[in-house]
């Protein structure tokens, strides 16, 4: 059975840190393009990252700068450093695993505020 499950959100305060994980089980990570992505309240799921099986990085303008994709493939795992974050950032984070099928973890909640 395939698991993403996603730890690491949490309250923070604008300008705050937050260091999102995604661990697999089921599958191996190396093979997948791995992938963070947000759904606000009321508002649709965006992208935020991806990152290849070779290591190529792709960021949503929303987060350049601010946020770093990166992964772990002996761990099987895939993490997202936030730095700088602002109230527009709190949402539901998601990660996924995508090679032909698509998997999605259950997300896990980020909360920026004062």
């Known amino acids: 059975q395939v698991q993403l499950v996603e730890s690491g959100g949490g309250l923070v305060q604008p300008g705050g840190s937050l260091r999102l994980s995604c661990a697999a089980s089921g599958i191996n990570l190396s093979i997948y393009t791995m992938g963070w992505y947000r759904q606000a309240p009321g508002k649709q799921r965006e992208f935020i990252a991806t990152?290849?099986?070779?290591?190529?990085?792709k960021y949503a303008d929303s987060v350049k700068g601010r946020f770093a994709i990166s992964r772990d493939n002996s761990k099987n795992t895939v993490t997202l450093q936030m730095n700088s974050l602002k109230l527009e950032d709190t949402a539901v984070y998601f990660c996924?695993?995508?090679?032909?099928?698509?998997?999605w973890g259950q997300g896990t909640q980020v909360t920026v505020s004062s």
């Open positions: 996924s695993a995508t090679f032909g099928v698509e998997y």
């Open positions: 990152i290849s099986i070779f290591g190529n990085t």
